[in-house]
């Protein structure tokens, strides 16, 4: 048991009972989507379903009206970047905490981009042991694949697996090199590690910021041609029907990637994929006059892509959702375009932008539930993702009508470089619970 999950079921001990009456329980992992009432006590699920309505609680237990709200196991996020240690001024373990708690996030995967990058066995317990410390959600790490994340060799992964790394990947960074990636995937398969990859080629994103064509022209800005993913995802693909390694690819963003990905899943290779919310629910128009905090790495693309890939979502081609949460100071936003800092956070509006497109009818609930929970914590092997009796209470009381604006300087991450400054959304997170423990309410 690493020292975060000591922590939480520590905590849990001090919470009550609850139960959760008359809400819409939606549980991927048991094909369950009906009205009924999820009971928890001692940081466990004793019951979560229709058979349990209207059967009271004992004296003392907490009694919530849940009527008109869905509940849904905690999100599981596998793209989080954090400052710390290295850039506490971006993101700290506490804040990051506050920030997913806030949008339903109950497990997060940090990224090893740290300063120092997390590929030492040392470096995995410290990020273990300071989240067990600061942090109200379960915290995973993922090491570094290469050393120093330079693409050259490939770091110790069984030594690393012991010490608590759930994946490998070197997060905004690809492996240029097929002979080291080859390497990477067979040794990797000897320990059942996951290889994550971010698929850009970097000799072919060049100098690049925007997807290449008539809008980057428009603008002025450098392009990058949509085949540095396609390229790398095809090559990567290979790659794995050769060395039969576990591989997912961090972000997909064109529909040729679609294309491989059911070509490569068809072979029986044993692949995944995840999409950022981002580029589910933006496209490169909505840059408009330069907005820095829409600069990311891949680029948006055009609408056609974005309707490709809500398809992709839809139809369980592209297996997760995440929220690529990457907290940037204003010294590396507040820039010329090209010249500004990739990425965005995201963790507060995760769930809120995805019930964008359950509201439009595109994925179901529990679909979507999916993409977000059950099929991270199943790639990456965690105890997460489902509402089952003797499951961890991990989960989120979501109150699917609200309409809400969003208020940049009100974010809980220390960061504020939201690509959803102003926007408008319906359907809000109201009550996160870990372990049994409410970590967030909203007022």
């Not at 001090?14 to 809400?23: C, L, S, T």
Request: hydrophobic share 40%; with cysteine.
């Amino acid at each position: 048991m690493s020292p975060s999950h000591t922590a939480s079921a520590r905590r849990a001990s001090d919470e009550r009972p609850v139960v959760f009456a008359g809400a819409r329980i939606v549980d991927p992992a048991r094909g369950l989507d009906a009205v009924g009432s999820v009971i928890v006590a001692e940081g466990r699920i004793l019951a979560a379903g229709p058979e349990v309505m209207n059967q009271g609680s004992p004296e003392g237990w907490e009694t919530v009206d849940a009527t008109g709200k869905v509940i849904v196991p905690g999100l599981v996020d596998m793209r989080v970047f954090i400052g710390e240690p290295g850039h506490e001024h971006r993101e700290t373990f506490a804040s990051v905490s506050r920030a997913a708690a806030a949008g339903g996030v109950t497990t997060i995967v940090t990224m090893p981009d740290t300063d120092p990058v997390i590929d030492d066995p040392a470096l995995v317990d410290f990020v273990l042991r300071r989240a067990a410390e600061q942090a109200s959600v379960r915290v995973h790490p993922m090491a570094a694949l290469t050393k120093g994340q330079e693409g050259k060799e490939t770091t110790e992964f069984g030594l690393l697996k012991d010490a608590g790394a759930v994946a490998f990947g070197d997060a905004r960074r690809s492996v240029p090199s097929a002979l080291v990636m080859r390497r990477a995937l067979t040794y990797a398969r000897d320990f059942g590690a996951l290889i994550v990859h971010h698929v850009e080629d970097p000799t072919l994103v060049g100098s690049g910021v925007a997807t290449e064509g008539e809008f980057a022209t428009r603008m002025g800005l450098p392009g990058i041609p949509r085949e540095a993913e396609i390229i790398m995802l095809e090559r990567d693909m290979r790659l794995v029907a050769l060395t039969r390694g576990r591989y997912h690819a961090s972000q997909i963003s064109t529909s040729d990637s679609i294309e491989i990905l059911r070509a490569a899943k068809r072979r029986g290779l044993d692949v995944t994929a995840s999409v950022s919310i981002n580029h589910l629910t933006l496209n490169e128009m909505d840059i408009g006059t330069y907005r820095s905090f829409l600069k990311f790495s891949p680029p948006l693309r055009c609408e056609d892509e974005r309707q490709a890939l809500i398809e992709g979502v839809a139809d369980g081609t592209i297996d997760i959702v995440v929220s690529s949460h990457d907290p940037q100071d204003v010294e590396m936003k507040r820039h010329p375009f090209a010249e500004a800092a990739d990425g965005a956070v995201g963790l507060e509006t995760l769930l809120a932008a995805s019930l964008r497109l359950v509201h439009d009818g595109r994925v179901s609930w529990k679909r979507m539930i999916e993409a977000l929970s059950l099929r991270p914590a199943e790639r990456l092997g965690l105890e997460a993702g489902r509402l089952a009796p003797c499951a961890r209470a991990d989960l989120a009381l979501i109150d699917p009508d609200m309409p809400w604006l969003l208020d940049r300087g009100a974010l809980k991450s220390r960061s504020k470089n939201t690509p959803f400054e102003d926007a408008r959304f319906v359907g809000r997170v109201v009550r996160t619970l870990v372990g049994g423990r409410t970590i967030f309410t909203h007022a």
